[in-house]
């Protein structure tokens, strides 16, 4: 997801690649859960909304690429380390069916919650909608090329993906619940959802 889409959200005023700052923190815990929504998943270009799919080939997986690969990125836990300055590839191309498909597999899973495939609600275990996921958070750094391009990694945030349709996914950045200062050391992204 592109950096600025939280940074914007939070102020619009404010240069969109600054850092965090202690203001956009506390204003982030104090919004609204409409005002921390957005459409991850927009259709098909041009309309392609706030992701597109990183390759992140997963070594448990080596002979797995492309758009499977991508699926299952999103529905199981890829163990490769993910953090800031961290560049990647995507890959090219819209991928509106991997993308609802694995969505859908990772709301499924009886470790995360359950799907309701008539409304597209994402339900976690305590039946609530919204499963928390995270994201890498990127400012673009190459051209598109033929469709793919590199990104810088800025910062790893949690989400909610709230709901599922055959054009759009939905969901909510979630506040940050405690103090502590943010860090340039990688972690693990259990799940690495989806980006732009």
Known sequence: MPYWKLTSTLSPTKDSLRDLDAEDLA??????VAERTFVLKIGAPPDEGNFGSLDIPDPAYPNQNGGNLYKDNIFRCNMSPIGPGDTLNTLPANRPEPTRR?????CSDPKNGTFD???GNCYDLNSELGITAKTALWSQATPKDGGSFKIIVRQIVSFKIDNVSKTEVTGHFLPILRSGGITP???????PILVK
């Open 27 to 32: 204003l982030l815990t104090s919004l609204s």
């Open 102 to 106: 694995g969505v859908e597999d990772f």
């Open 117 to 119: 495939s008539v409304t």
């Open 185 to 191: 050391l990688k972690t693990t992204i259990n799940r």
